[in-house]
Every structure is written in C-alpha cells, then in structure tokens.
Nanobody, 119 residues
Framework: VQLQASGGGLVQAGGSLRLSCAAS????????MGWYRQAPGKQRELVAS???????DYADSVKGRFTISIDNAKNTVYLQMNSLNPEDTAVYYC??????????????WGQGTQVTVSS
C-alpha cells in the first residue's frame, strides 16, 4: 500500500490550497484517512481525520477554515484549506488506516507535502 500526497505550495495569507492523498496497492478496506502537519521545531499534530463511517475531527486551530473529504471510489482524501495564515506553514502528511492482503489494519503515511503561507 502506498499513499501519494500532492497539492502543497506557496500561497499568500488569506489564500487557499487543496491537498490530495491517494492510496493505492492491495487495499481491502480503509478505516480512516487524515492529515497531520509538522512545523519546524514543533511536534507533528493532527489537522483533520475522517473515518469510513463519516466521523470527522479537526484541530481547533483549523475549524471553520479547513474541510476534509474522502472519495471512497478513488481511495483519496482531500483537505481544502481556506483563509490560510502563516501559522499553517508546515509539512503536511497524509495517513491511512488501511487493511491489505493480511489481517488487521495498518497506518500508512504519505511522503509529506510542503505548505508555505507568506504574510
């Protein structure tokens, strides 16, 4: 199983970006997908997650600005980020809690995509 993230870049404060993360490989089920971020000198933190049952969680700092969604047919999770501010600057990592050929679920990670917000 592989996760391929895309959509990062440089944007001015107040702007928007949309991140995508596609899971591929021998996938039997996806329990949840989501996004973490890590800014320089800080710990990785949860940004948003969505489960197969539709439960959505957001970090308090992004509520009302970011929207997570999932396309189950494409095994792809999206993160629409609006009203970006410099504090959102970080490397964004997608994850998927995915079942493959064997039993159980495993957490897979994408390669990370840089989001930089200029003031």
């Amino acid at each position: 199983v592989q996760l391929q993230a895309s959509g990062g870049g440089l944007v001015q404060a107040g702007g928007s970006l949309r991140l995508s993360c596609a899971a591929s490989g021998s996938i039997s089920s996806i329990n949840a997908m989501g996004w973490y971020r890590q800014a320089p000198g800080k710990q990785r933190e949860l940004v948003a997650s969505i489960t197969s049952r539709g439960r959505i969680d957001y970090a308090d700092s992004v509520k009302g600005r970011f929207t997570i969604s999932i396309d189950n047919a494409k095994n792809t999770v999206y993160l629409q980020m609006n009203s970006l501010n410099p504090e959102d600057t970080a490397v964004y990592y997608c994850h998927g809690d995915i079942g493959g050929l064997g039993p159980g679920l495993y957490r897979y990670w994408g390669q990370g995509t840089q989001v930089t917000v200029s003031s």
